[in-house]
């Protein structure tokens, strides 16, 4: 039986892209979906049956390696989060903060920071991204209209499913534009973008790009962290995940108590200062909620 991954669901009909030949089918989904609780989701890897290319039934899901909300789509490998170097100017709080949001989703972040051609002086934000390439994440450096950094992007795509994400106004669907022109996403920047009208439902499409998928709905748009735990925030820190276990007390929240091996690498300037503040301020958050709940 063919096998393909499901790039559109709309009005009970899936849209499959196949392995083989990566034509779309249109599909239903088979009758015992339901009973079994399943819905076939965007993203879905899945064997579908079909005789030509508009009847054809979706017949199994294959397990998803993760699943998001907002956008629904599963098996997202990584997330694109574009955050521009000016207008607006860079803020890494909101950049740790959608980091958080996809490393709790178990999604692969990689930061992309566009419109580079725009500051005189980068000092500043050179030292920042020296502290989150330390930290083992991968930075791309942009510029569309200096043509820097692009190919690298346009690699980043092969062979994988991306959500993009970041800050609005950043000029996400210019810079995706540029890279891939029969993309042709809305003129709207795609984040600034939530609903698609009243009378339209909202759905997701993921569109090929190069070798790869993407989704054409910006992802994390929400940032609250009501499903995180207080003493779980520092495992989507990976400088921290990894001393936790060196903490004297287990479920450490790096604050306060005795012989935390948090607070020793911060001391020793192991951990940047201000990754450490979002921390702090992103565990008040979290406390904050609980009690409001
Ligand atoms: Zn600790």
Redesign the pocket.
């Known amino acids: 039986m063919p096998k393909g991954t499901i790039i559109k669901a709309l009005s009970g009909y899936y849209y499959v892209k196949s392995e083989e030949e990566n034509e779309i089918y249109q599909c239903r989904g088979r009758g015992n979906f339901r009973k079994r609780k399943l819905t076939p989701l965007v993203g879905d890897e899945v064997e579908f049956e079909s005789t030509n290319q508009t009847d054809g039934y979706v017949m199994e899901i294959f397990e998803r390696k993760n699943e998001l909300i907002r956008p629904p789509v599963a098996n997202v490998d990584q997330a694109l989060i574009i955050f521009s170097a000016r207008r607006p100017s860079f803020k890494s709080l909101l950049l740790d903060r959608f980091l958080v949001h996809i490393e709790a989703n178990e999604i692969l972040p990689v930061i992309c920071v566009s419109k580079l051609d725009l500051l005189e002086d980068d000092t500043e934000i050179a030292k920042e991204l020296a502290v989150y390439r330390r930290v083992g994440y991968q930075v791309l450096e942009t510029s569309s209209t200096e043509d820097k950094g692009l190919e690298e992007v346009r690699a980043l795509f092969d062979n994988k499913v991306t959500v993009i994400a970041g800050q609005s106004g950043v000029g996400k669907s210019t810079l995706l534009n540029s890279l891939n022109p029969d993309l042709n996403l809305e003129t709207n920047d795609i984040s600034d973008h939530l609903g698609r009208g009243k009378h339209t439902t909202r759905h997701v499409e993921l569109i090929p790009f190069g070798d790869g998928l993407v989704a054409d709905t910006p992802g994390f748009s929400s940032l609250d962290f009501i499903d995180i735990e207080p003493e779980d925030l520092s495992i989507y820190f990976p400088e921290m995940r990894d001393l936790r276990p060196e903490?004297k007390f287990r479920g450490?929240t790096?604050i306060s108590?005795p012989k935390?091996?948090?607070?020793e690498a911060l001391e020793n300037d192991e951990i940047a200062q201000f990754r450490y503040d979002h921390y702090v301020q992103f565990l008040q958050e979290i406390k904050d909620q609980k009690r409001r709940y």
């Open positions: 903490c450490c790096h108590e935390c091996a948090v607070k």
